[in-house]
T-cell receptor
Framework: AQSVTQLDSQVPVFEEAPVELRCNYSSSVSVYLFWYVQYPNQGLQLLLKYLSGSTLVKGINGFEAEFNKSQTSFHLRKPSVHISDTAEYFCAVSGTDSWGKLQFGAGTQVVVTP | DSGVTQTPKHLITATGQRVTLRCSPRSGDLSVYWYQQSLDQGLQFLIQYYNGEERAKGNILERFSAQQFPDLHSELNLSSLELGDSALYFC???????????FGPGTRLTVL
């Protein structure tokens, strides 16, 4: 089984400042890792994924994440945020043996202010 | 737009009732997943179907059931509804051989 911990429930950030959202996971098997974004009253949109290979993953909207196996982390970063990045962000993990079902973290609410 | 459609968008019903939520996956996707999002439990995996067959089960109550039809659309049936079943229910689909899921817009269920 897998579990995911998102260390911050809310992250306030000023426009054009950098942001980092922290995610740690636990699993007894190899994993695939994902970040999703949920805008108000909408479904989840995939930002980026780590399946294998390079530990630095680039996604949409200028986001990137780094997989760190030794620290079991998959932190999400963006060097300069926009007001439109205000949303809830979910880290998710899937075991390579679990047919793709996702275990989600509790989410991090990002609030970008001018 | 992910290509996954869900109907209805909103559903208001009373305790003890039964409802059916419908999901149409992206064209060509064989896998369908159902998730529940609530304030107290967060996002929880319920059940997965692959090409008509149940593949994995998560925290799905016995009062809930699902199926995937030959045209690959899926339905989630919720019966004997309780106040605590009020939540957003998401469907997601996944392309064959790819480990990513595309989510629909969700059905917001309110049980009064």
């Amino acid at each position: 089984a897998q579990s995911v911990t998102q260390l911050d429930s809310q992250v306030p950030v000023f426009e054009e400042a950098p942001v980092e959202l922290r995610c740690n996971y636990s699993s007894s098997v190899s994993v695939y890792l994902f970040w999703y974004v949920q805008y108000p009253n909408q479904g989840l949109q995939l930002l980026l994924k780590y399946l294998s290979g390079s530990t630095l993953v680039k996604g949409i909207n200028g986001f990137e994440a780094e997989f760190n196996k030794s620290q079991t982390s998959f932190h999400l970063r963006k060097p300069s945020v926009h007001i439109s990045d205000t949303a809830e962000y979910f880290c998710a993990v899937s075991g390579t043996d679990s047919w793709g079902k996702l275990q989600f973290g509790a989410g991090t609410q990002v609030v970008v202010t001018p | 737009d992910s290509g996954v459609t869900q109907t209805p968008k909103h559903l208001i019903t009373a305790t003890g009732q039964r409802v059916t939520l419908r999901c149409s996956p992206r064209s060509g996707d064989l896998s369908v997943y159902w998730y529940q999002q609530s304030l107290d439990q967060g996002l929880q995996f319920l059940i997965q179907y692959y090409n008509g067959e149940e593949r994995a089960k998560g925290n799905i109550l016995e009062r809930f059931s699902a199926q995937q039809f030959p045209d690959l659309h899926s339905e989630l049936n919720l019966s004997s509804l309780e106040l605590g079943d009020s939540a957003l229910y998401f469907c997601a689909s996944s392309p064959r051989g790819r480990n990513e899921q595309f989510f629909g817009p969700g059905t917001r269920l309110t049980v009064l």
